[in-house]
């Protein structure tokens, strides 16, 4: 212990006995006679920073020579001589928030030939000096090493906050990486944070932002309160906490009487007729139906709810709502349904009773008499729109549906961000940019709690950069989309059912055939075309950042870049995103010629009187400029970039209610059998494709 007395004395400058005669001086001394442990651990110690200018850098010290590291090589082999390179790191922990007296763990693991020497510490502590020495140029060959450093803490103090770098280094360079540790106890993380209605703020310490949550129903408050409740949704429950957790929830659930749930008589039920005698496109209508308990035992209120019916073969009923009435604006024949949830039968459950089918029927379309648009697209014979609706063609024998399903997740009213062709992003303020980079980046995250996070992978296709694959983190669960209608979790891929809803923990997804829809969180959606094409919606009042801008509305600010600052170009903002520091984003530069095939093309197609019906909705001058870039630079066999764009730009029509279910054969696009095919062999392996 006199050594380290020693040291302290040595490294604080304190001075020496004659000041122990003034207050400071006795503090000095004070602080003098601590070990490291108690000078930098405790709360007595951290008095000592007022007489001490070097107290940080002293207890980063200590604390890192304290600190439990490990390292274990995960790989060895022999490699030629000839593969010598500097290391590359393959993992390093991401900004890492812990609460004071909590343990955490930096994990480092890099891969090099020579093997590669992997250290982890504070930032301005690190050693970038080469290795010395040099490689035997008559060696045959050398051993290639996977090597993984553990750094850990057994419990955290506020001094351990900051940067820290993980170096990795052999005989042919040093690289590095940033990530940055943050002490923060829960009060720390939700002082300001102020949470609607009934929620409480929750410390996530896996993103290090606080999370408004609902309350759960703790021991104490059944304790307190152990009687018996019966619930409007038929449901027995132990404390009157319950149904005030379910309603923060969004449940529509309430105390329907004490004790447990009686056996319930059928409710009566009533609506109203459509008013209507013949509807137009557009129409706006609205439909009532309602329901009141009866019978000899009435029971709780029953609940009314919509549903939109699609057919079997097309994915069934779709829910719209619950209330006694729906507004609806009428844009194709279909039918809606209105149902009633109540409580019935002696075994107590819930139960769902049709009221009535209201048939919405519009009249035939008529051949469209539209002007041409002012931007005169090529001469060209279009087919005749028939005044019936056409058979959907046969299936085939692999039972691929060759017309795609309605639209199942509806946007209406979101905001909606695509990244598609060549490869070019609209941003949710609908601000056009091409992306050239080849890297991760992030597509588009919760910026104000972080809740989610989409992140895009580009890489080398034909001469240009394309999307190949998507991550989405949700919660607790992360989710990769690959080409090909591939859902991969962790190694494992799920599984994937045309016209199946299937969910995965607070995830759900749908495939229709042609477009793979993912639901995360609370109203966001990725739909996912299965090769090079997607769309992320949120809400239009969420706070984003990444590639796909910060959907506040205005164009100008849509490339702040990671660090807040304003970025001149495209590429420098997407880097900014990219999820490799420390190496920048490799730039595609290849630049090519639009000919006047590529305009053709595309003008064909986007000006063809079926798709001119969204022209109004959806401007098409940005899609059109987008496809015939992406024509031009496609040169790949079986493959018509055309059609690969105006499936986006259909998508962001239907996204906004109108049906262009037609639009491949109308158009004379490649059949989606064709494109299912091409996709599938183009994909990842997979040993049961979904189509």
Partial sequence: ????????????????????????????????????????????????????????????????STAEKSTTILSSEKVPYWDAAP???????????????????????????????????????????????????????????????????????????????CVAKNEMGVVYEDTFLSIASPQDICENVECPDSKVCEADFDTGEAVCVCPYCSLEDFENDNNLYCGSDCSTVLSMCSFAEEQCKGVNVHHFHDGFCSEFSQPEYSFEEIQQTELEYGDEIQLTCQGIP??????????????????????????????????????????????????????????????????????????????????????????????????APSTTSLHIPTTPLPPTARADGGAVCQIMGDPFVSTFDNKWYKQDGVCTYVLAMDCR??????????TQFGEISSLETITVYSGRSVLELQRGWII??????????????????????LFDGETLTLKFGEGNQIRWNGFNGAQIVTSPDAHTCGLCGNNNGEIEDDFNTRYRQRAEDAYTFASSWGLRQSRACYKNDISVEVTSEAEEACSFIFFHPYILKCHDTVPV???????????????????????????????????????????????????????????????????????
């Fill in 1 to 64: 212990m006199f050594a380290i007395y020693v040291t302290v004395a040595a490294i604080l400058n304190l001075g020496d006995s004659k000041n122990h005669g003034s207050r400071r001086g006795q503090h000095q001394f004070h602080c003098r006679r601590m070990d490291l442990k108690d000078l930098c651990e405790t709360s007595e110690g951290k008095e000592c920073k007022d007489y001490i200018p070097d107290y940080e850098r002293v207890c980063k010290l200590y604390r890192t």
């Fill in 87 to 165: 290391p590359t790191i393959l993992v390093f922990t991401q900004n890492v928030t812990v609460a004071p007296g909590e343990r955490f763990d930096i994990q480092c693991m890099a891969e090099g030939a020579p093997a590669p020497y992997v250290e982890i510490s504070f930032k301005e502590d690190a050693d970038l000096t080469p290795l010395s020495g040099n490689l035997d140029a008559n060696s045959v060959d050398i051993e290639k090493r996977a090597v993984q450093t553990l750094y850990s803490q057994p419990y955290a103090i506020y001094e351990d906050e900051g940067w820290y770098r």
């Fill in 294 to 391: 009866a019978g000899d035992m009435p029971g709780p209120e029953p609940i009314i709810r919509w549903y939109q019916d699609w057919g079997d073969d097309f994915g069934g009923r779709e829910m719209l709502g619950e209330g006694n009435t729906l507004k609806y604006t009428v844009q194709m024949s279909t039918s809606l349904i209105c149902v009633g949830v109540h409580c019935s039968g002696n075994d107590i459950q819930r139960r769902e009773t049709d009221i009535k089918h209201f048939s919405l029927v519009l009249p035939t379309l008529a051949p469209t008499t539209t002007p041409p648009p002012t931007t005169t697209p090529p001469v060209f014979t279009p087919d005749p729109i028939s005044t019936e609706e056409e058979e």
């Fill in 449 to 458: 709690f972080a809740q989610w996070f989409v992140y895009g992978r580009f």
């Fill in 488 to 509: 991969n979790n962790n190694g494992e891929k799920l599984a994937v059912t045309v016209g199946k809803e299937h969910h995965f923990n607070q995830l759900t997804y």
């Fill in 621 to 691: 001058q940005e899609y059109e400029l987008a496809c015939a870039q992406s024509y031009a630079s496609n040169t790949y066999e079986g493959w018509r970039a055309e059609c690969n764009m105006l499936q986006s730009y259909v998508l962001q029509c239907e996204t906004r209610g109108l049906n262009l279910s037609q639009w491949r054969q109308r158009t004379k696009c490649t059949p989606l059998e064709e494109v299912q095919k091409f996709t599938i062999e183009n994909g990842c392996p997979q040993d049961n494709p979904p189509v």
